[in-house]
């Protein structure tokens, strides 16, 4: 039968991704932050747990093997992986610094770029995450509707109100699960 596979033979060996996924176990609680990025998320016993490189669409894992990345980072890939310009602009950016504790004029010259490209953009707000990102546009919405409930569908990171109607909502208040709504979607 051609699609027929062999546990251990036609599937990449994980050895290395195994072995920091036990180290990892006794430090780093769920062994990640991100839910998104945790082994939970592939198929047991044959996806890789760790990636060490990426180039383009493909990634490599500990252990040397290649793989296209279909999440692509999560999502904010989608030029890909080590896209020169890029890197190049990040190589360039890195030796003035990269954190500092006023602004820094790029952020009004991509404010002016993204107006200039879409321009019915009213504002532009920058974000270090997509976390703070949904966190914003719920608080906006509540604003705005003077509503608290929300309704949900899908994966949403690490937000109480989301977290709450899931299995890990250890230390989340009552109260916000009681404002947060589950739907599936088609």
Not at 127 to 137: E, F, H
Request: hydrophobic share 35%; proline share 5%.
């Amino acid at each position: 039968m051609p699609n027929q596979v062999e546990f251990n033979k036609d599937f990449p060996v994980i050895e290395k991704s195994n072995e920091l996924y036990k180290r990892a176990l006794k430090l780093i609680p769920s062994v990640t932050q991100t839910l998104a990025k945790g082994p939970q998320q592939n198929v047991k016993g044959i996806a890789p747990k760790y990636l060490q490189k990426g180039k383009g669409s493909h990634v490599w894992d500990v252990d040397g093997n290649e793989y296209i990345d279909f999440n692509m980072g999560i999502g904010p890939l989608s030029l890909g992986y080590a896209y020169p310009k890029v890197d190049y602009a990040i190589k360039k950016q890195l030796e003035d610094g990269i954190t500092f504790s006023l602004m820094h004029p790029l952020e009004v010259e991509v404010a002016e770029l993204i107006r200039k490209i879409i321009p019915n953009a009213e504002a532009v707000r920058y974000s270090k995450s997509g976390a703070d990102v949904t966190s914003a546009a719920i608080r906006v919405a509540r604003a705005f509707t003077k509503r608290e409930r929300i309704l949900c569908c899908g994966y949403h990171g690490w937000h109480d109100w989301y977290i709450s109607v899931t299995d890990r909502d250890s230390g989340i208040p009552k109260s916000t699960s009681d404002l947060t709504f589950t739907f599936s979607y088609n």
